[in-house]
């Protein structure tokens, strides 16, 4: 019989609590982790460099990159792997970011063949195994004296190989290049300058270390980036970046206009933003109906470069759309600056003077340490002349001592006996070519010494002085910004010069009546709100001065007594009740003290014109157009004729009448016709009406004979203007007189 199999019941393991703090547990476990995000992953050094950018460039100066023809990409990816070991999708990225194909530096550090797509595009890259690379010319300066130990080097993460802690970059790279980054808790976002204000700005600081921020302004103007653009120029804005390292610049796309095909063409846009987003964002507020003037929008990019078309329906004013755009989508966008680097491992937020100042540190510390290694290595060779010299004057006595010893390891000992020289240099003679042994050769070789011997003076020198040092490096800039040196890409546009338009927004639209009082106040009522109770109320001593049939979308202009205009929307206005005394006009469009409203004019369009009165007796009619702005700017300085008070102002009617009213009791009905027509705003037009001294027109309105009926109004009407008008002896006594406006 088979045996039972037992069954050995393991025993219950009950996991206890174990009571940690959480300060430990944050400093064993977190605190490591976000420190080498930050120390070897996020935030760049000094030299402009992040550990990836770094790995993969010294790789191809290794490689031998900076002469001959391109390899494939895939193979300078593997080849990185040896110091990088973080995958070879992210070193193709970091790859593919400092080519001059991907258009993402001013200055790119690696020349490309094949398709590595746009920084202004999210087109994808081609794969490594397709593209091809070498470092470009420019990256000679990035590895200035690395040979020469100028920097400092490690092992690698396995301890195979030696990689540099940063590159001796002969110029302040971190300002040339824009470099951004997320660590654990903090970020990096460098923006980018033009190389060679970059130089000239560091070669004043070398000159002047007491240089000031307005001085830093003038050379080193604005950031510049590799899409171009137009900057948006607010030196407060500016100098606090400068000075703190942190702040935002603002910076939109560079258009043009076709006229013929009523096409806007963009050409470049922010850094920030792509070509898909920006055309992403336009159809969605057309297909919401946020935006009208739209009836196409592509792309058109080719091998020219960035292009993106936007076709515009008729009649749309093309700068006023722009402005629409700016504000309402990435056509107009912000670059946050943050600069935060590594200096000696820890991360520090800096201003252009502190990088500036160091780099020059750092630059200057390179430089010593290059003239150190060199000066080591003349001395070496000086040393070795010294003793070839010793023998020139005998040569066939170096050449007997030679023949003559039996044992080789006594060759160099007879040597050093013979000619009285250290062990160095006998061994160094005994090494020469037997056909090196002519004196010839050997006067070349002690012809150098003197050479040698003022190079080391001069490394001497420099080694000894840090203002010489500088001198050399305020001529490696002048050099670098001659050779290199390109125009800059963004424009720079004040501030003051443009105007910023107000986002777009959704108005709801729906019909109402709006009241303008005596005094200046204004309210907007439904027409539900009006049903069975149209009685509006003013305050004591007010009255009605115009009533408006109108739409919740539409525009109101109030002239004022200053020869202002002050542009709102109806939608501005709160809707109320006929009871209601509505808004104060002065107070709510905060205009100065003791100006009032004259008149008003509603209107849904800039089409037609408008006729304005003015109490010399004066009148003209003026296009609205006029008083388009291409933005929603409140107020308009110096609206209109400001010679004398304006009365009245009315929206053109054809063939209206208007009947205007001295103060002396005369009145007389002049044709819109008869009133002379102006191109500009600010026209005086021409005196319609002829005043005595010291009389005035104090009112005008607009005569309709269906509600108003003057007896024998063919006396009012005069063929020839200006004219003195008539007494109202006969007006109909049953009709009052209207108030403006109506």
């Known amino acids: 019989m088979a045996k039972k199999k037992q069954i050995v019941q393991e025993p219950e393991i009950v996991a206890e609590p174990i009571d940690i703090s959480i300060t430990n547990v944050l400093e064993t476990n977190y605190m490591p982790y976000a420190m080498s995000v930050i120390v070897s992953r996020a935030i760049p050094e000094i030299d402009g460099f992040k550990p990836a950018h770094r790995k993969l460039l010294y790789t191809m100066y290794k490689m031998g990159l900076l002469t001959g023809t391109t390899q494939k990409s895939a193979k300078v990816v593997g080849q990185t792997m040896v110091l990088n070991p973080h995958g070879d999708s992210a070193i193709y990225e970091t790859l593919v970011r400092l080519t001059t194909g991907k258009e993402c530096l001013l200055h790119p550090f690696i020349e490309s063949k094949g398709s590595f797509g746009k920084q202004y595009s999210e087109m994808a890259y081609a794969a490594s195994r397709y593209t091809e690379c070498k470092l470009a010319k420019f990256s000679e300066e990035i590895f200035s004296g690395i040979d020469c130990d100028a920097v400092d080097f490690v092992d690698n993460y396995d301890s195979t190989v030696k990689e540099p802690v940063v590159l001796p970059t002969s110029f302040p790279n971190i300002l040339v290049n824009p470099n951004s ?11 980018s300058f033009n190389l060679r204000e970059v130089c000239d700005v560091t070669a004043a600081y070398l000159r002047n270390e007491n240089i000031t921020t ?66 992403d964002s336009i159809v969605s507020l057309v297909k919401e109906g946020k935006l009208k003037d739209i009836s196409d929008v592509r792309d058109e990019i080719d091998i020219n470069g960035f292009k993106m078309a936007i076709d515009l329906k008729r009649g749309v004013d093309p700068e006023r759309l722009m402005q629409k755009l700016f504000r309402s989508t990435e056509l107009e966008d912000d670059f946050k600056c943050n600069f935060n680097i590594l200096v000696g491992s820890v991360p520090q937020t800096m201003g252009i003077k502190s990088i500036i100042e160091e780099w020059c540190a750092f630059r200057v510390e390179c430089l010593r340490r290059t003239y150190v290694f060199e000066l080591g290595k003349k001395s070496d060779k000086l040393h070795l002349l010294y003793g070839l010299r010793s023998i020139l004057l005998d040569i066939d006595k170096a050449i007997a001592i030679i023949r003559g010893t039996e044992n080789e390891d006594d060759v160099v000992p007879n040597l050093m006996k013979g000619f009285s020289i250290d062990e160095v240099q006998a061994e160094f003679v005994a090494d020469i070519k037997l056909r090196n042994l002519n004196r010839q050769h050997i006067i070349k070789r002690v012809e150098e010494i003197e050479k040698l011997e003022k190079e080391i003076e001069e490394l001497k020198l420099l080694i000894s002085s840090e203002r010489r040092i500088k001198t050399r490096i305020v001529k490696q800039l002048a050099d670098i910004a001659e050779k290199y040196g390109k125009p800059r890409k963004t424009y720079i546009i004040e501030r003051d010069n443009i105007e910023l338009a107000e986002p777009i927004e959704e108005v709801p639209d729906y019909p109402c009546v709006a009241f303008l009082s005596a005094e200046g106040y204004f309210k907007k009522c439904t027409l539900a709100s009006l049903r069975g109770n149209d009685i509006q109320k003013f305050k004591e001593n007010d009255s009605l001065r115009s009533r408006f049939e109108c ?17 709102s929307r109806l939608n501005d206005f709160d809707d109320t009740k ?40 004066k009148a003209v009619s003026v296009p609205l157009e006029c008083y388009r702005t291409k933005t929603n700017r409140k107020k308009l300085t110096g609206a209109f004729y400001s010679g004398s008070p304006a009365v009245a102002v009315f929206p053109a009617g054809g063939e209206r009448e208007y009947l205007m009213h001295s103060d002396d009791g005369r009145a007389l009905l002049i044709a819109e016709k008869q009133i002379i027509e102006k191109s500009t705003r600010t026209s005086y037009g021409s005196t319609v009406f002829t005043l005595k001294k010291g009389r005035h027109i104090d009112a005008v309105t607009v005569y309709d004979p269906e509600t108003r009926h003057l007896v024998k109004e063919s006396r009012y009407r005069k063929s020839k203007l200006p004219a003195a008008g008539v007494l109202f002896e006969d007006i109909d006594p049953e009709i009052t007189q209207q108030t403006l406006l109506d």
Do not use: H, W
């Not at 307005?214 to 970046?241: C, Q, V």
């Not at 919740?552 to 007594?561: H, K, P, R, V, Y």
């Not at 107070?587 to 003791?594: E, F, G, I, S």
């Open 578 to 617: 006929a009871s209601a005394l509505g808004d104060y006009v002065p107070a709510k469009l905060k205009m100065n003290t003791d100006e009032k409203v004259v008149s008003a004019i509603v209107l849904n369009d800039y089409g037609g014109r408008a006729v304005l009165f003015f109490e010399n007796g």
């Open 551 to 567: 739409s919740n979308s539409d525009e109101i202009l109030f002239f004022t007594s200053e020869a202002q205009v002050y542009k």
């Open 214 to 279: 307005d001085e830093i302004m003038e050379i080193l103007k604005a950031p510049d980036f590799s899409t171009g653009g137009l900057l948006i120029y607010d030196k407060a804005k500016l100098r606090e970046i400068y000075e703190t390292g942190k702040g935002s610049i603002k910076v939109r796309a560079k258009y043009t206009y076709d006229r013929a095909a009523n096409r806007i063409e963009v050409l470049q846009i922010p850094y920030t933003t792509t070509l898909e987003k920006i055309r």
């Open 181 to 191: 980054g997320i660590a654990v808790g903090m970020a990096s976002n460098i923006c």
